[in-house]
């Protein structure tokens, strides 16, 4: 049977209450996905298992199995705050125990937000070239949220709404056109 295709949210927040979040349901959204069809992995849940992890298999079997779900995804949402100008330290931890190999070729959608405008280039300058290392297949339209474009868990900036949309536009060819759960019961 045609196996369901496996959309996972990667929230690389380490903060439990994240704008972050809210960046990546909206495009979950608008890319015509439900909350419910896909798989949210948060990044502050992992940090007390991956913290201390120096090699992939020091991780426990929780956080190893958070793990096997990146690694399987078809495309992959990935999103982090802009932390002193880059990406935050445990989010870089993280794929640093991914297995690569897992990562060739892989779909990934990048997204960002900060608190200031003056490092909307993260996605380019630091999200980008990691992804590349993996030869991943990276949509080439990112989004980030500044400071006044989430406001009470919301995105109050039509140009952010614009952005969403191209982006979800730009990786509709790699969607299935239909619900995910659905495809796999109608295969
Ligand atoms: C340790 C730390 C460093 C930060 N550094 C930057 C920065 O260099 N540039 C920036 O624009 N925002 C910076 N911020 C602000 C966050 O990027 C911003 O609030 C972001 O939206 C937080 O996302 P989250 O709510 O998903 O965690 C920093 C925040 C923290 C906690």
Aim: glycine letters at 6%; one cysteine or more; aromatic letters at 6%.
């Amino acid at each position: 049977m045609k196996q369901p295709f496996n959309v996972v949210v990667l929230n690389g927040s380490p903060q439990a209450s994240s704008r972050t979040r809210v960046l990546l349901a909206t495009i979950v959204e608008s890319l015509g996905w439900d909350a419910s069809s896909v798989d949210s992995i948060a990044l502050h849940e992992l940090v007390p298992h991956i913290g201390g992890a120096l090699l992939r298999d020091d991780l426990p079997l929780v956080a190893q199995e958070a793990f096997d779900r990146i690694e399987s995804a078809d495309l992959l949402l990935v999103g982090c705050p802009v932390y002193r100008a880059g990406i935050p330290g445990l989010f870089k931890h993280l794929f640093d125990l991914v297995d690569m190999s897992t990562m060739k070729g892989k779909r990934v959608l990048l997204a960002a937000t900060g608190g200031s405008d003056r490092h909307t280039l993260v996605i380019d300058h630091h999200l980008r070239p990691l992804f590349a290392f993996f030869q991943a297949l990276v949509l080439p339209v990112g989004v980030y949220a500044g400071p006044t474009d989430i406001i009470s868990e919301e995105i109050v900036n039509p140009a952010l709404r614009d952005q969403i949309a191209l982006a979800a536009a730009a990786a509709s060819p790699w969607l299935p056109q239909r619900d995910p759960v659905m495809s796999e019961v109608a295969a």
